[in-house]
């Protein structure tokens, strides 16, 4: 009967040793799974933020392009502005010549018809 209760006693040792065991296998199953799905949500939002980022740097290349254009764009206006400010001001200088010569001419019109004036009397 002594072996009998021994057995029993042994038994009862294993099946909670058994149990324990179980008990910690599934809180390291159940661990597992968390981790995995943390992993699989991770791995979903990292393949989403590549495709952000890939949208992202095309935009940013599209947006330098856009500025280059406008940068040379920009030149090419600064310097018809240039050429049409030197063109006003050239017709400036010209309008104050023509001035002078269209003063000097009256003179001379004027001297003119003083001396034929003269010239009658």
Known sequence: MLD??????AC????KKQRNFDKILAEWKQKY?????????AQ?????LGTELFKMK????????QLET???ENKN???EISDLTEQIAEGGKRMHELEKIKKQVEQEKS?????????EV
Do not use: G, M, P
Not at 4 to 9: F, I, K, L, P
Not at 12 to 15: H, K, N, Q, T
Not at 58 to 65: G, H, P, Q, T, V
């Open 4 to 9: 009998v209760e021994r057995t029993n006693a």
């Open 12 to 15: 009862a040792a294993l099946d």
């Open 33 to 41: 799974e968390e981790t995995h799905a943390e992993l699989e949500a």
């Open 44 to 48: 979903k939002e990292a393949r989403s």
């Open 58 to 65: 095309n935009a940013y290349e599209e947006s330098l392009d």
């Open 70 to 72: 406008l940068k040379r």
């Open 77 to 79: 206006l600064q310097q």
């Open 111 to 119: 001297e003119i018809q003083a001396a034929l004036e003269e010239a």
